[in-house]
């Protein structure tokens, strides 16, 4: 295992609701990034932060927005839920972003959008 | 735009077969290409490869690198069902200071007793 946990597990929303997805990162990792991936495809990147600032973002909409804290853990959220928002939400700690250093990956929340 | 191809899509093998998974890539400034195994939820860290012709080696798992034709491959031998997975194959990125992953589709490996 990492040791970077994700809650929920497992998420059920309605169409138009709101949803708050957690990641505490890696012990002494100041960068998150946090990646969607849909059923039969790879994890595609959201954003990314470090030392709690946005420091990279992907081509997913405005309603997705996150938070990095102090301790470094992370929120995903995303508002105004749709069907096609149904995913595996992963986050990935690194130790810090220039040069690439190895992202560890949480186990999840999987994401059902009914 | 930077993108990873991974081939096959799925793959259905018996123990004892040796498989071979394909990732080609187009990526500027390439510093190095990963691949993970991914069983339930979080894809686990096979290998980096950053240079070329230089073999990667863990048990029966394998992976070599060609950055002059621009793709790698995964190989393993000996299969056993616990190597059913999707395998994912990313490259490194860095847009506007963030250093993102781009990954393929994956490849899902069945491996049938």
């Known amino acids: 295992e990492t040791g970077v946990t994700q809650s929920p597990t497992h998420l059920i929303k309605t169409r138009g609701q709101q949803v708050t997805l957690r990641c505490s990162s890696q012990?002494?990792?100041?960068?998150v990034s946090w990646y969607q991936q849909a059923l039969g495809q790879g994890p595609q990147f959201i954003f990314q932060?470090?030392?709690?600032?946005?420091?990279g973002r992907g081509n997913f909409p405005p309603r997705f927005s996150g938070l990095q804290f102090p301790n470094y853990s992370s929120e995903l959220n995303v508002n105004a839920l749709e069907l096609d928002d149904s995913a595996l939400y992963l986050c990935?700690?690194?130790?810090?972003?220039?040069?690439?250093?190895?992202?560890?990956f949480g186990p999840g929340t999987r994401l059902t959008v009914l | 735009e930077d993108k990873v191809v991974q081939s096959p899509l799925s793959l259905v093998v018996h123990e004892g077969d040796t498989v071979t998974l394909n990732c080609s890539y187009e990526?500027?400034?390439?510093?190095?290409l990963l691949w993970y195994k991914q069983e339930k939820k979080a894809p686990t860290f096979l290998f980096m490869l950053?240079?070329?012709?230089i073999e990667k080696k863990s048990g029966r798992l394998s992976s070599i690198l060609d950055k002059k034709e621009l793709f790698s491959i995964l190989n393993i031998t000996a299969t056993q069902t616990g190597d059913s997975a999707i395998y994912l194959c990313?490259?490194?990125?860095?847009?506007?200071?963030?250093?993102?992953?781009?990954f393929g589709k994956g490849t899902k490996l069945t491996v049938n007793p």
């Open positions: 990935a700690s690194s130790l810090n972003f220039r040069g690439y250093n190895e992202q560890f």
């Open positions: 012990s002494g990792h100041n960068t």
């Open positions: 932060y470090y030392r709690e600032e946005e420091n």
């Open positions: 990526v500027t400034n390439f510093r190095s």
């Open positions: 950053t240079s070329s012709g």
């Open positions: 990313a490259v490194p990125f860095t847009q506007g200071g963030s250093e993102k992953l781009v």
